[in-house]
């Protein structure tokens, strides 16, 4: 890299489900702005974030997990994965360190080959293993695909993140600053906390029940005078009996997860928050573009 090159770009993190995308995205730009969980399929749309220093800047995309769909939902987030691909200048493929590599691996090697972007594959959380073991993971995937790089992270702890932006930085060209240094995202502030809401469920309920759900912030206003915001959003689900238990024996669950989410808010607006959540019942919203569209999932904008 020349001295006073400043080099800019769009690079995508994609992946399995639950192998850490939003968790290294997070840590990469030094704030939350992807929800986390140890769910699969956590993220259903396309995050972007940037992340500013004086040599560059870099624009992530953090997609859902490329995986086989089931419904409609499920085609949106696999679209909006595949699409991505061709549209940045740098690929990082997120994998967990095993030298097993199964049928969902190959399926992105895939589509992968698909593509002409430089791909540099992640070892994530390597905190997990012992050091000697990492060649081994290393020597395995090496086989099947022509990376530009093998980088080993920790997402969680941070090992080696520096690391992996200085290698991003070396395959993005010479351009522009297209954001400002103060911007981190272009989510808006009523999806964010949107998805704040979805997280704790996420956390909270049975494994069944978290992909049937949506959240919509039906209402968002500052009182005037004061740093106090309101935000009223519906938590939506599938089936009734599912409804039962987002509520909880005597609105407890719900109450935990207004509770959880409401902290997240006041330190994401730096205001105090006054949170309103109901629970409705919308059968099979998942396979309604209607629905999908309406709760921010829209294939239009693709």
Same mark, same amino acid.
């Given at each position: 890299?020349?001295?006073?090159?400043?080099?800019?770009?769009?690079?995508?993190?994609?992946?399995?489900?639950?192998?850490?995308?939003?968790?290294?995205?997070?840590?990469?730009?030094?704030?939350?702005?992807?929800?986390?969980?140890?769910?699969?399929?956590? %993220?259903?749309?396309?995050?972007?974030?940037?992340? %500013?220093?004086?040599?560059?800047?870099?624009?992530?995309?953090? %997609?859902?997990?490329?995986?086989?769909?089931?419904?409609?939902?499920?085609?949106?987030?696999?679209?909006?994965?595949?699409?991505?691909?061709?549209?940045?200048?740098?690929?990082?493929?997120?994998?967990?360190?095993?030298?097993?590599?199964?049928?969902?691996?190959?399926?992105?090697?895939?589509?992968?080959?698909?593509?002409?972007?430089?791909?540099?594959?992640?070892?994530?959380?390597?905190? %997990?293993?012992?050091?000697?073991?990492?060649?081994?993971?290393?020597?395995?995937?090496?086989?099947?695909?022509?990376?530009?790089?093998?980088?080993?992270?920790?997402?969680?702890?941070?090992?080696?993140?520096?690391?992996?932006?200085?290698?991003?930085?070396?395959?993005?060209?010479?351009?522009?600053?297209?954001? #400002?240094?103060?911007?981190?995202?272009?989510?808006?502030?009523?999806?964010?906390?949107?998805?704040?809401?979805?997280?704790?469920?996420?956390?909270?309920?049975?494994?069944?029940?978290?992909?049937?759900?949506?959240?919509?912030?039906?209402?968002?206003?500052?009182?005037?005078?004061?740093?106090?915001?309101?935000?009223?959003?519906?938590?939506?689900?599938?089936?009734?009996?599912?409804?039962?238990?987002?509520?909880?024996?005597?609105?407890?669950?719900?109450?935990?997860?207004?509770?959880?989410?409401?902290?997240?808010?006041?330190?994401?607006? #730096?205001?105090?928050?006054?949170?309103?959540?109901?629970?409705?019942?919308?059968?099979?919203?998942?396979?309604? #573009?209607?629905?999908?569209?309406?709760?921010?999932?829209?294939?239009?904008?693709?």
């Amino acid at each position: 890299m020349k001295k006073n090159e400043f080099r800019s770009g769009f690079v995508t993190l994609i992946g399995r489900p639950n192998v850490g995308k939003s968790t290294l995205m997070n840590h990469l730009i030094g704030q939350k702005i992807a929800i986390t969980s140890d769910k699969p399929q956590t %993220t259903r749309n396309r995050i972007q974030t940037v992340y %500013t220093e004086e040599r560059g800047q870099i624009i992530f995309l953090d %997609t859902p997990g490329i995986h086989k769909a089931k419904n409609k939902l499920g085609e949106y987030m696999v679209n909006v994965a595949e699409r991505t691909l061709n549209e940045v200048d740098v690929i990082l493929w997120l994998v967990e360190p095993a030298t097993f590599i199964g049928a969902g691996e190959r399926y992105i090697v895939e589509q992968l080959l698909k593509v002409r972007t430089p791909v540099v594959l992640v070892i994530n959380k390597v905190d %997990t293993v012992k050091k000697e073991e990492i060649l081994k993971f290393i020597a395995a995937y090496k086989d099947i695909y022509p990376f530009a790089e093998i980088v080993p992270v920790s997402a969680l702890k941070g090992d080696n993140t520096g690391q992996l932006v200085e290698t991003v930085m070396k395959y993005l060209p010479e351009g522009p600053r297209y954001f #400002d240094e103060d911007t981190v995202t272009d989510q808006p502030e009523r999806q964010i906390v949107a998805e704040l809401i979805r997280e704790k469920a996420l956390r909270l309920l049975k494994d069944e029940i978290p992909h049937g759900i949506a959240v919509a912030v039906d209402r968002m206003k500052e009182r005037h005078g004061s740093d106090i915001v309101d935000i009223d959003a519906t938590i939506v689900c599938e089936r009734e009996s599912h409804k039962g238990i987002i509520i909880g024996k005597n609105g407890e669950m719900l109450k935990r997860m207004g509770i959880s989410a409401r902290k997240e808010m006041e330190n994401l607006l #730096d205001m105090h928050v006054n949170l309103k959540l109901w629970v409705k019942v919308k059968k099979d919203w998942r396979d309604s #573009d209607f629905l999908l569209k309406n709760y921010g999932y829209n294939k239009q904008q693709l």
